[in-house]
């Protein structure tokens, strides 16, 4: 909800900048695209944004602070091969906050169907390669731990 909200008020920013010019935001597929294409795009880069996340984040390959360019390279990179196919959105609320402030519907079952599709693909790939998750390391590293340490970090001491 927090990140519908926000990119409804990111368009609603821009227009507010630039006034009721252009799409402000809104993600449609690229010009001559059809909407199942844009949808197969779209799948397909979720499928490897979701892979990437957890593939850098989990477990056994948890790369720690690194983990954060290996997302950011893949959504550079995601953007670059589907931005004129797509908008390599990637994210239902980034594609329908916009969609909602401008009343522009066109081709948004689309932008919400693929990013659902593509993460549950990913985590099915992910069990597959795998298995199930979690254990100890999965466990502490979720609630905070360092490694070696036994106490869980707080906010206040970062």
Do not use: C, H
């Amino acid at each position: 909800m927090a990140q519908f909200a926000g990119a409804a008020l990111a368009t609603l920013l821009l227009w507010a900048l630039l006034g009721k010019q252009g799409d402000a935001g809104l993600t449609l597929p690229g010009s001559g695209i059809s909407t199942v294409t844009a949808k197969l795009w779209e799948l397909v880069l979720t499928t490897g944004l979701v892979s990437v996340i957890l593939g850098s984040a989990s477990g056994a390959q948890q790369v720690g602070p690194l983990a954060a360019i290996a997302v950011g390279s893949y959504i550079a990179l995601a953007g670059l091969w589907g931005a004129p196919v797509s908008g390599a959105s990637m994210n239902p609320a980034r594609s329908l906050g916009p969609a909602l402030v401008l009343g522009d519907w066109t081709s948004w079952w689309a932008y919400l169907a693929s990013p659902i599709a593509g993460g549950l693909i990913a985590v099915g790939i992910a069990y597959v390669l795998r298995g199930r998750g979690g254990g100890r390391s999965g466990g502490k590293a979720a609630q905070g731990v360092l490694p070696g340490s036994a106490v869980p970090r707080s906010p206040e001491s970062t």
